[in-house]
């Protein structure tokens, strides 16, 4: 099991950049696959983007690609979401998953493969 901690939320203005952070606890991080979840007032949980053991694989919806990366340090134990161009839908509570494997190559889009969430970070862009 791995404790996840996101940090990097606010409020910004449509256009404006922001960049989260998740840091895990414990050891073993390279054997998690991870990813970025969100979820926005009144809807589901959605996946917004996901990387590899190695970080050398990843994908993303489509509604944030070109816009957000992702990407990890495993040495430090940290995943970051660079998030660009930010638009009023991309409002939302965001959370970041660890989903353990001993795939190195595979990365996992849909919540239920996830076994550890974090709390949360709460993103807010303003039109």
């Known amino acids: 099991q791995v404790q996840l901690v996101e940090s990097g939320g606010g409020l910004v203005q449509a256009g404006g950049s922001l960049r989260l952070s998740c840091a895990a606890s414990?050891?073993?991080?390279?054997?998690?696959?991870m990813a970025w979840f969100r979820q926005a007032p009144g809807k589901e949980r959605e996946f917004v983007a996901t990387i590899t053991r190695r970080g050398d694989l990843t994908d993303y919806a489509d509604s944030v690609k070109g816009r957000f990366a992702i990407s990890r340090d495993n040495a430090k134990g940290t995943m970051t979401l660079q998030m660009n161009s930010l638009e009023p839908e991309d409002t939302a509570v965001y959370f970041c998953?660890?989903?353990?494997?001993?795939?190195?190559?595979?990365?996992?889009?849909?919540?239920?493969?996830?076994?550890?969430w974090g709390q949360g970070t709460q993103v807010a862009v303003s039109s």
């Open positions: 414990g050891r073993a991080f390279d054997m998690y696959a």
């Open positions: 998953a660890a989903a353990r494997t001993a795939l190195i190559g595979t990365y996992y889009t849909a919540p239920g493969a996830f076994g550890d």
